[in-house]
């Protein structure tokens, strides 16, 4: 069994993950397979169990649909990656407040960053 | 005016979207705490790297071979001709394709930036975005094609194109011999990812098992 079947059932239960046909997760955008395996690797760290991962996702999922998420599957990794922001903040791994200073951060040093070069943390000129 | 100078900001610096300033931001917060390796996250993104987009590339590509019109067009509008298929970028990239012929190869280059054309291409490889593939390909493009197991006459020229925040580059392989009368299906088989960044060619016939 692959790496990713344990979690992507405790997803199932909640919305089941896209796949291709071949059967393995496809994703849109390289930032959807980060979430993913991050995820993933969080997982295999034991830091959260599978019924609170579902727990998370399907939080995810209704404050979404509540603010008129489209529901047509396209969004389906923001869901997901919204999960583990709330997970991370509820273990104590990140607060919000950690998130979005170091988004701000990002933005600040993809600013600063030449076209071309790689984006770095260290680029954010109030670092 | 907003737009316009978001647009000009964009031609000197890079830009990340709302969604991967939250990606970032939480990965380098468990990358610092050490809760996840880098490596280990760049190793699984890699399994899925192939499972996604490169069999639209593969399409077009098939196309082009298949349909003279239809390449006339990839030729002269690549955006358009690549969107009639379903295949569009979340920032309507535009989309410029290179075609391969015996006096010339195109390979395509870019950085750690989001210059890959996903829509097509599915997410980039690893050594992609990696710093000794983008400079060696602009000073040893012929040293790097010999790392990827393609060699290719000595009179066959080398472009090596620089993707650009606002043009991403497709390499149309050269359709290989033994192929006529094959469908475009069974033609988008021999059309591999590598192929279409330059650093293969496509497939013949009897490498795919059917």
Redesign the interface.
Known sequence: MSRHEEIARAAAEIAPIPRGEDGEPVFREPWEAQAFAMTLALYERSLFTWSEWAQALSGAIKRAQAAGDCDDGSTYYRHWLAAIEALVSEKGIASEQALAERRGAWDRAAHATPHGQPILLKNDPLR | MTHHHHYQ????????SD????????????IE?G???PA??DA??ET??V??GPRNGARVVAKAWADPAYREWLRQDATAAIASLGFIG?QGEHMVAVENTPDEHNMVV???????P?PVL???PVWYKS?PYRSRAVLDPRGVLAEFGVSLPETTRIRVW?S??EIRYLVVPMRPKGTEGMSEEALADLVTRDSMIGTGLARRPEEVAR
């Open positions: 900001d964009d031609h000197d610096h890079s830009h990340l969604i991967e300033l939250r990606v970032r931001a939480l990965e380098s917060i468990l705490k809760y996840v390796d280990a996250i699984l993104v899925y790297e499972k996604v979340r870019c950085t750690l930036c989001s210059c890959y996903w599915g997410l980039p710093a620089d650009t925040a």
